[in-house]
T-cell receptor
Framework: AQSVTQPDIHITVSEGASLELRCNYS??????LFWYVQSPGQGLQLLLKYFSGDTLVQGIKGFEAEFKRSQSSFNLRKPSVHWSDAAEYFC?????????????FGSGTRLQVQP | DVKVTQSSRYLVKRTGEKVFLECVQD?????MFWYRQDPGLGLRLIYFSYDVKMKEKGDIPEGYSVSREKKERFSLILESASTNQTSMYLC?????????????FGPGTRLTVT
């Protein structure tokens, strides 16, 4: 079964600084990969997804993520963080070769942005 | 845009009560899911459905049941609510297409069982 690890529970960055949120997955083949964001009191919104092809994926709100097969990672990046990016971020993996359509989520990283 | 709505944003129930959480999606999606979200645990899958009247257990189905009588509606039922079911409940929908794995989420229902 697949699994996802987000090693950082809580990260604090200054507004305007760059951001990288880490995600490592465990899966026997190339998975489908996703990043979601959850603002306080809200549901999850899809930021970006990787299915195949170019390993650098662009998403909404200026986010990007890079799939690195050798490291089993799918880290989320943003060059300059805005105060409105404060939220919780979830990495998720889908198993493309099992027919199981449910996603497996990491435990989340809470981002705090300092002025 | 896909819209997923949940019947309540906040709900307070007493131990032993039967609780219904409802979810409706407007995109004609085949697949629907119920998760619970707890701090430090991320999202855990309770039940999912690939079609009307079909359901499958997820990773933590104990104490829950589901109903899907219409394609657009997926209900989560707590037969006898307990305090350890206090949590945020999230519903999601997903197209049944072969390359459509992304899920679309509702705003969540924060359930408190006292």
């Amino acid at each position: 079964a697949q699994s996802v690890t987000q090693p950082d529970i809580h990260i604090t960055v200054s507004e305007g600084a760059s951001l990288e949120l880490r995600c490592n997955y465990s899966y026997g083949a190339t998975p489908y990969l996703f990043w979601y964001v959850q603002s306080p009191g809200q549901g999850l919104q899809l930021l970006l997804k990787y299915f195949s092809g170019d390993t650098l994926v662009q998403g909404i709100k200026g986010f990007e993520a890079e799939f690195k097969r050798s490291q089993s990672s799918f880290n989320l990046r943003k060059p300059s963080v805005h105060w409105s990016d404060a939220a919780e971020y979830f990495c998720a993996v889908g198993a493309r070769d099992t027919g199981r359509r449910a996603l497996t989520f990491g435990s989340g990283t809470r981002l705090q942005v300092q002025p | 845009d896909v819209k997923v709505t949940q019947s309540s944003r906040y709900l307070v129930k007493r131990t032993g009560e039967k609780v219904f959480l409802e979810c409706v999606q407007d995109m004609d999606h085949e697949n629907m899911f119920w998760y619970r979200q707890d701090p430090g645990l991320g999202l855990r899958l309770i039940y999912f459905s690939y079609d009307v009247k079909m359901k499958e257990k997820g990773d933590i189905p104990e104490g829950y049941s589901v109903s899907r009588e219409k394609k657009e509606r997926f209900s989560l039922i707590l037969e006898s609510a307990s305090t350890n079911q206090t949590s945020m409940y999230l519903c999601a929908s997903q197209s049944g297409g072969p390359f459509s794995y992304e899920q679309y989420f509702g705003p969540g229902t924060r359930l408190t069982v006292t």
